[in-house]
């Protein structure tokens, strides 16, 4: 498994990933989400600043495998669609394969 860039990962739009490190960071999104309410509950302003910042992380985690998949960061406004954003970004971005080769947002995530 190749060395993760976190930072990048997470607060970046800039770029490709492939969707093995798509899933880590979304399994990573989500047990951050579940480790922060446990000292923090789910409502007040600390809460409300974490959830915040994991949406942003996601933003950009979703963004970059857009990308892979050669579309617009755009697309990520299907997740707002309840149900149907889900499943489009386990089917779009966690399950089909990204462009092979260099697209228009960089070079091919798995050719390093």
């Not at 970046?12 to 880590?24: L, T, V």
């Amino acid at each position: 498994m190749q060395d993760i860039d976190f930072v990048y990962l997470f607060t970046s739009a800039e770029g490709r990933i492939n969707r093995q490190h798509w899933w880590i960071g979304a399994a990573g999104l989500f047990v951050a989400w579940l480790i922060s309410a446990l000292p923090f509950g789910y409502d007040g302003l600390v809460p409300f600043v974490i959830g915040i910042l994991i949406l942003l992380a996601g933003i950009m985690l979703h963004i970059k495998r857009c990308h892979d998949r050669d579309k617009s960061g755009w697309w990520c406004l299907l997740l707002l669609i309840p149900f149907v954003g889900t499943i489009w970004a386990i089917v779009d971005l966690g399950i089909l394969e990204g462009t092979k080769g260099d697209n228009r947002f960089g070079a091919d995530p798995l050719s390093d």
